[in-house]
């Protein structure tokens, strides 16, 4: 069962930034928040994982809450391409959880 | 990152036929994994890959539609057996190693 809660979509405008919420309250101390994204008809693409720190690379950032019980991806700025099923996900790969399992993402549309 | 390369990209299958697919990395990994997405759905994760031992089934997955091989670090196989059209879906291998997981770009099978 996926760990996660995710809105089912999101619209963005192009150029904005796109804020991806994310709760999993249920998370354990050693397992990490992971974000993919799906674009149709591709493979899932990995953006971003982080521990309890914020995270940046090229791609987004990941802000993760204190308490670690949720977190929220984001894109700065937005363009037609990031149009995608993102999803969040909490893993950890050398725990007796290890597989990665997927829930069902959030869909952001980015408008022109 | 590692590169997953999947073999064969998509095919149209008979009914009551077999198919073989291949899923190779370009690195050592440590552990392998098999998902199915359907139409418009999330991956549903099929059963994790374990070098020279049986794999690991999840619930409503088994071995005998489902069988899967893993010879080696970087290589392994997903058959699906006596297709039906309810198998028609994408296959995706996944390889994962420490805290990194990749994805292939999947397998398009459709059975008639």
């Known amino acids: 069962d996926a760990k996660t809660t995710q809105p089912p979509s999101m619209d963005c405008a192009e150029g904005r930034a796109a804020n991806l919420p994310c709760n999993h309250s249920?998370?354990?101390?050693?397992?990490?928040v992971y974000w993919y994204r799906q674009i149709h008809s591709q493979g899932p693409q990995y953006i971003i994982h982080?521990?309890?720190n914020n995270e940046t690379n090229e791609m987004a950032s990941l802000i993760i809450t204190e308490d670690r019980k949720s977190s929220t991806l984001i894109l700065p700025h937005a363009t037609l391409r990031d149009t995608a099923v993102y999803y969040c996900?909490?893993?950890?790969?050398?725990?007796?959880?290890?597989?990665?399992?997927f829930g069902k993402g959030t869909l952001l549309t980015v408008n022109p | 990152s590692a590169v997953i390369s999947q073999k064969p990209s998509r095919d149209i299958c008979q009914r009551g036929t077999s198919l073989t697919i291949q899923c190779q990395v370009d690195?050592?990994?440590?552990?392998m994994f098999w998902y199915r997405q359907q139409p418009g759905q999330s991956l549903t994760l099929i059963a994790t890959?374990?070098?020279?031992?049986?794999?690991?089934?999840e619930s409503g997955f088994v071995i005998d539609k489902f069988p899967i091989s893993r010879p080696n670090l970087t290589f392994s196989t997903l058959t699906v057996s006596n297709m039906s059209p309810e198998d028609s879906s994408i296959y995706l291998c996944?390889?994962?190693?420490?805290?990194?997981?990749?994805f292939g770009q999947g397998t398009r099978l459709t059975v008639v």
């Open positions: 996944s390889a994962g190693h420490l805290t990194e997981a990749f």
């Open positions: 249920t998370i354990s101390g050693n397992e990490y």
């Open positions: 982080g521990l309890k």
């Open positions: 996900i909490v893993w950890n790969s050398g725990g007796s959880n290890y597989k990665l399992t």
């Open positions: 690195s050592q990994v440590t552990m």
């Open positions: 890959a374990n070098q020279g031992s049986e794999a690991t089934y």
